[in-house]
């Protein structure tokens, strides 16, 4: 299975462009490689650039906060998924809900006497603005269910912060463009829990992680094959996972041409982990 971010990875970071990953995803689906989109994003990004690049996969969204089980993309729903109302995808919910998530935030904030601005408090064009999005692609990112974006507008008052999130039981995770208040872990424990699930129906899994960012240490550590793709923040990613393999460059390309190798390197000298 390959789990992957998507800014800065799979899509490029100011274009959103996926078109020069075409021919790693075009191999993996004739392997019939899981392609797991584990990403900050939505539901509603998600299921977007799924029918965009045509990918039927589960997906772990806004960092971990649930996974989205497509019909008949695993062999067997886990007892904790529920179909959501209206539709026919299982969600296996990890996070607590929005607007709790906003309301311990702003409580926190409060306290520690810091100031932010989060997507809850943005208009769908400044949130366009901010992610150099079109205005229809910043609508679906603010369909937030189970985290908050937000920008941090003091940033002295970070530690203050930081330790009203843990009174308030909120975690924080840093993505390429935002914090991101929630509950859950992030997406290591997602990642682990869908990989657990699969073994324990007897599967065999090899996992292939790529990511960019400090909220992809989590699910990074837990694959079997990490890659970092490059960016600000691969060189610290890098001295926490110091076995992950890095990409020189970022975005789509990048991300295709390590796949490849790494493809090219487990079928002709497939490891334990294979």
């Known amino acids: ?65 649930a996974i989205l089980i497509p019909p008949g993309s695993l062999p067997f729903l886990p007892p904790e998924a529920e179909i959501a109302a209206g539709g026919r995808t299982a969600v296996w919910r990890l996070g607590w809900p929005h607007p709790q998530v906003v309301r311990a935030l702003h409580r926190a904030a409060a306290e520690s006497n810091c100031g932010l601005r989060g997507f809850s408090d943005m208009t ?39 330790q009203s999130f843990l009174a308030q039981g909120l975690m924080i995770t840093r993505g390429g463009r935002f914090f991101h208040a929630q509950r859950h872990p992030g997406k290591g424990e997602a990642v682990e829990h869908l990989i657990d699930f699969l073994t324990a129906e007897g599967r065999s899994v090899t996992s292939i992680g790529l990511g960019d960012g400090l909220n992809d240490e989590g699910f990074l550590r837990v694959v079997d094959h990490p890659i970092i793709l490059d960016s600000a923040h691969a060189d610290e990613l ?13 975005g789509p390309a990048a991300w295709a041409e390590a796949l490849l190798h790494l493809l090219n390197q ?9």
């Open 238 to 250: 890098q001295r926490l996972i110091p076995h992950a393999r890095r990409t020189p460059n970022p």
């Open 266 to 274: 487990l079928e002709t000298n497939p490891g334990p982990a294979a």
């Open 124 to 162: 769908v064009e400044e949130i366009a603005s901010h992610c150099g999005m079109t205005v229809e692609q910043a609508a679906l990112a603010s369909q937030r269910e189970y985290s908050e974006p937000f920008l941090l507008l003091t940033p002295k008052r970070e530690p203050a912060l930081l």
């Open 1 to 65: 299975m390959v789990f992957t971010d998507m800014d800065g990875c799979l899509l490029d970071h100011h274009s959103y462009d996926w078109e020069p990953a075409r021919p790693a995803i075009e191999a993996l689906k004739r392997l019939h490689v899981p392609i797991v989109l584990t990403t900050s994003k939505t539901r509603a990004e998600v299921e977007y650039w799924q029918r965009i690049i045509g990918l039927h996969e589960p997906a772990i969204v806004e960092n971990g906060g």
